[in-house]
């Protein structure tokens, strides 16, 4: 009975952000250098803290415009730990920018580098009747597979965005045969497309209603609703709601012209996933540095 009611089960692979549209060039390297200064963000997720291992990311990227040769360069790197498993990300960003008219641009991107993946066996927990012990078929394992991506971002500062991206384009397997022990584990291309609009309903107020739409083969779409609210550009919040089933909302205010700070919190919309503190949370720092 167990043999014929083998099952698939899907999960999240790629990591997912709150704070998105301000962490942008991690998805879509068209967007590096998009703007008039150069900036470093920083942000650090803690995701469903109510259980032990939970996903925890580190994320930084660095971005800075060559107006006049209508080219933007910038790089970034994620850290992100599941239970035993570790991934760092190290990609460099490229972007070129066509006119369409004098408030639009397209930006088309590229994005190189890989992933440096190590499955952290001397971390494995096991337990028998005798207490903690070690199993010799987990083994600390790491490699480092490299990677490719593209995205084309089209803006309007005042009106709308629109950006659509595959960050890594390459199917990569992680694990080989290894000592007579199989397993294997695909990075396959997700495909993200994002857009929003500005409205502007007074000259203090700007109200922003966004989305990003991922999309992996053979695993159930990932779909983020937004609403944003700015106040002359210097505080900003809003509410966001997933398919995942889970609301949030998120608050991000300009400190200085050269520092601000941002914050993100979601949590299930299910009662008793709400009762077991699966609660995410997400900080993001942003440094701007002159022109």
Known sequence: LLFFSINFLYSQQEVNY????????????????VGESTYMNLSI?????????????????????????????????IN?????????????????????NRDTSLYLGLKGGGNLFRLLGDDASIYDENGLIIDPEIRTFSRFLPNVGEGIYLENPDKFFLSLSVPRILNTKRYKEQDGQITTATDRPHYFTSAGIHLHTSQDWTITPSFLWAVVKDAPSSFVCDLGFSFQNVFDFGAQY????????????????????????????????????LATHEILLRVTLNN
């Open 80 to 100: 992100d730990k599941i239970s035993i498993e570790l991934q760092t990300q190290l990609f460099a960003d490229f972007s070129y920018q066509l006119d369409f």
């Open 242 to 277: 997933t398919n995942s089933q889970s609301l949030g909302g998120n608050a991000f205010l300009k400190l200085s012209e050269s520092l601000q700070f941002g914050y993100a919190y979601n949590s299930p919309i299910n009662t008793q996933l709400r009762a077991s503190a």
């Open 18 to 33: 709150a704070l998105y549209k301000r962490h942008f060039n991690i998805i879509n390297p068209g967007v590096a250098g």
């Open 45 to 77: 997720r803690t995701q469903w803290t109510g259980i032990k291992n939970a996903p925890e990311t580190q994320a930084f990227s660095y971005s800075v415009p060559y107006r006049n040769k209508k080219v933007g360069l910038g790089f970034t790197v």
